[in-house]
């Protein structure tokens, strides 16, 4: 393990014994504030995993979160599944739909593959908002009994921080395999990917379902914080919110979109106590953003700190990410070399 390897798992290291210790000194609101930046920061993750990673036009990532949260709340609700079991239920649900609609959207690419995508979602959701008998319709499931453990805010907030440490950690292990390298050399140039032997429908549509799983753990999630589940989790314009929350935190780097979350739900809890026109706020800072920091936010803080470069997609020269941080891809003249030599 190189120097910059162990200053990264230092500092994860370090910041997780910081958020650890925060129960402690903060009142109940904040700890609810922050495990919803946590749910919310790995939903966006999973999305970059596919959007900043594999250049999948996801629009419609939320129709995972939504189905996790459902599969969750109604394992317990309508099974009286153990919680244990309704955990494993949520990211099985999820996956399974992220297998569905990419068999049938992996065909397409680019924008028809979002739009695609978006209209089979939406189809998702209208089932669940019509649904009254067995999801509760547009008034959704509250009440979700959970064990004492992580039914108090203190108990929820761990679990919940736990819960995010470990997707997180296998995400990035994810990131840097054999797979994320091909999966970025895919996004980069898919037609010279094919052309060494790459299957790139097959690697598009693993990135996927994994993108889905780690999105129904967030839902799971979002259940054990709220106690509750609504057919808005599932709607189109959330998936809008988290795409944007890629963008702000930068979705060449691993730890962006969480950073992205913070920045989004901050925003909106804290402008909105003194304005409702809080998404104005949120405008001007996206397009200073898209004119003077490209990057995102935790890519220029990065960079300032001399640990990020850009990656150059598609021209051969970007150097790759060190550390946790680890955002963008190899080269893809060099990882198809590297293919070539390997057959």
Known sequence: MGPSKWRSAALAVAGLAVLAALPWVLSRFYLYFLGSILVMGLLATSLNLVLGYGGMYQFHHAVFYGTGAYAFALAITKGNAPVWVALAAAPVA??????????????????????????????????????????????????????????????AYYFVLAAVALCLW????????????????????????????????????????????????????????????????????????????????????????????????????????????????????????IFFLPEGLFGFFLKRAGEHERPAAGRGEAKRVPGFAGAAASPVRRTAAALAEEK
């Not at 998702?124 to 649904?131: G, T």
């Open 170 to 289: 296998f995400m990035n292990r994810i990131v840097n395999s054999p797979f994320g390298k091909i999966f970025q050399a895919i996004r980069d140039n898919p037609e010279r990917s094919e052309a060494i032997g790459v299957d790139v429908q097959r690697h598009q549509l693993l990135g996927l379902v994994l993108a889905a799983l780690f999105a129904g753990i967030a839902g799971s999630l979002f259940v054990v914080v709220e106690g509750s589940v609504v057919p808005d989790l599932l709607f189109w314009t959330l998936s809008m919110e988290i795409l944007i929350m890629c963008l702000l935190g930068g979705w060449f780097t691993f730890l962006g979109p969480m950073f992205g979350a913070a920045a989004m739900m901050g925003l909106r809890t804290f402008a909105g106590m003194y304005t409702e026109y809080w998404t104005l706020i949120l405008g001007l800072l996206l397009m200073v953003l």
């Open 94 to 155: 999820a996956a399974a739909l992220g297998l569905v609609m990419g068999l049938i959207c992996v065909r397409l690419s680019k924008l028809y593959f979002g739009m695609l995508q978006i209209s089979l979602g939406s189809l998702v959701w209208a089932i669940v908002f019509r649904w009254y008998s067995f999801t509760g319709g547009d008034d959704g499931i509250h009440g979700v009994a959970l064990p004492d453990l992580i039914s108090s805010s203190k108990g």
